[in-house]
């Protein structure tokens, strides 16, 4: 049993490996089930054989040893040498692979439990989401917001919410499932959007932006236009870059499902969002890959609703909710 959790453990480490250093795309969710399911097997190995195969070999070495003093002692030897409960203890203890193993489920299945259904922590990699999320942000995504899914399938087997304008989701992207994505849905099924001249309408209703103080991005080292803007019941604020273009080229349009909903224009586009599909912007509409380049966000796609940064080792500051 040492060679073969050895050998997991040897494998662990190379997918983990390949995955950091950016050889394969990994899948942490079924990551954390698979180790989940190989604890348990050594969980249940250790809680019905392992374990009680150790206390029967200890309770045989108290009753040899027993034995042994009481036949000495009808000899009239009472001093014995031996420590019994030194060699005891080491018969009971958990050999190195069960303990990296079987002692670690609980851990595991804990962390696998609060991950599929309560709280996901996600870091945010690009500045697509400025002045909202920061990159080097730690956020957490509520998973039960939106509903109940059954983790690695990611099934929904219990409804709850539905997204709403304004909401900051993480989603799978629809391009590539394996990545995760994170923007403000700007539109829900059912609506018309569109984002003409740098100006965002829903369903023809134009969604005022409320000048702020210009954003200064410490990592570009310049200012750019921040306004304050309104969608569903909290206000948010966004950055528009005045010397970007607001037309979107095409050949940076991908070939979406559903892309006949969309027209394309030299001022914008504009979108009818189809059932069962979100339309998703980032907040840094003119540094943002979203719905504009790639299409509609599908429901299933759905991780969860962001909503706290919990740390920001380079600014304490950043920790607290967010609209």
């Not at 069960?98 to 991950?115: E, H, K, N, Q, S």
Request: aromatic share 14%; hydrophobic share 45%.
């Amino acid at each position: 049993m040492s060679l073969i959790t050895g050998v997991l453990y040897a494998a662990l480490i190379a997918y983990l490996g390949g995955w950091y250093l950016g050889q394969w795309q990994g899948n942490f969710a079924l990551l954390l089930f698979i180790l989940t399911m190989v604890t348990l097997v050594y969980w249940l190995a250790e809680r019905y054989k392992f374990r009680p195969a150790r206390e029967a070999a200890a309770a045989r070495l108290l009753e040899q040893d027993q034995a042994r003093r009481g036949q000495l002692a009808s000899q009239g030897i009472s001093q014995v040498d031996g420590n019994v409960e030194e060699a005891r203890a080491r018969l009971l203890m958990q050999p190195w692979w069960l303990d990296w193993t079987a002692g670690l489920f609980p851990v595991i299945c804990a962390v696998f439990l609060m991950r599929s259904f309560l709280f996901e922590p996600f870091k945010i990699p690009s500045g697509s989401m400025i002045p909202t999320l920061l990159v080097g942000d730690l956020i957490l995504v509520n998973k039960f917001h939106y509903g109940i899914r059954l983790p690695v399938i990611n099934k929904k087997v219990v409804d709850n919410h539905n997204p709403e304008r304004g909401d900051v989701i993480v989603f799978r992207f629809p391009v590539n499932p394996s990545i995760d994505y994170i923007k403000r849905v700007v539109a829900v099924p059912g609506d018309e959007v569109s984002y003409i001249n740098k100006k965002l309408y829903i369903n023809g209703k134009l969604i005022e932006q409320m000048p702020l103080a210009e954003f200064y991005d410490e990592d570009s080292m310049r200012y750019t236009l921040q306004y304050s803007e309104k969608l569903g019941a909290a206000e948010h604020r966004i950055l528009v870059d005045k010397d970007r273009p607001g037309y979107i080229p095409e050949r940076a349009i991908e070939q979406f499902p559903h892309r006949e909903m969309c027209r394309y224009s030299g001022e914008g586009v504009t979108c009818k969002v189809p059932q069962g599909y979100f339309y998703a912007m980032g907040d840094n509409r003119d540094n943002s890959q979203d719905s504009r380049y790639w299409g509609f966000v599908p429901e299933e796609n759905i991780v969860g609703k962001a909503f706290v940064v919990w740390m920001n080792f380079g600014d304490f500051k950043r920790i607290g909710f967010f609209n």
